[in-house]
């Protein structure tokens, strides 16, 4: 079974790893949000969540794959798009910005295969390697509950469980640190700011 977003105009397969862009088929459900959040010019904000993948619902986690391999596409430079995304700025200031993707994306696909899901790791662009990225525990605490919000609108299941923890458990890729939400982070508030 394919899912259809008609707010962002695509289509993952069947096995959920590809995007197929302007696909139509009016049979398909509307999973507007599923990753991604539409701004009021139509730009489309990624998401490459600090929690980690197991606190993800299925839609997340599936986008999250999508997305971080965009976001690998961008670090290695085989796409112009996003390129001054500001989630990308946390991999880019690693040593190794490529092995720092990479890393993130083997964590992504090893929650995938706990799950039973088939993701192609062939994307993957390294190996498994070691890369440790700090994240700060304001920013864990803002996408935990950014994340609560979503599931209540979709998933109100995983939202039980995931509504049980109080300090956010972060991806592999990153170190927990002392501090306030992340710079690159945009807020509500910050998007309103850099609006003024």
């Not at 980690?52 to 839609?59: A, M, T």
């Not at 092995?99 to 088939?118: F, M, N, Q, T």
């Amino acid at each position: 079974m394919a899912t259809k977003c008609a707010v962002l105009n695509f289509r993952l397969d069947t096995n959920n790893t590809h995007v197929l862009p302007n696909a139509i088929d009016t049979q398909f459900a509307c999973c507007a949000g599923v990753s991604a959040r539409v701004q009021t010019k139509g730009s489309i904000l990624m998401r490459l969540w600090s929690l980690h993948p197991s606190l993800l619902d299925r839609v997340g986690l599936i986008a999250l794959w999508r997305e971080a391999l965009l976001a690998q596409k961008v670090l290695i430079g085989t796409t112009k798009g996003y390129r001054h995304h500001p989630q990308l700025d946390r991999f880019r200031q690693s040593n190794n910005p490529r092995r720092a993707i990479a890393s993130y994306l083997w964590s992504v696909a090893d929650e995938a295969k706990e799950r039973g899901y088939h993701f192609d790791l062939s994307k993957i662009a390294m190996r498994r390697g070691g890369v440790t990225i700090p994240v700060t525990e304001g920013q864990l605490a803002y996408e935990l509950t950014h994340l609560k919000h979503k599931l209540r609108q979709r998933d109100p299941k995983r939202l039980k469980l995931v509504g049980k923890f109080e300090l956010a458990k972060a991806n592999p890729t990153f170190k927990a640190v002392e501090g306030p939400i992340e710079p690159w982070e945009r807020t509500p508030s910050s998007m309103r700011a850099r609006r003024i």
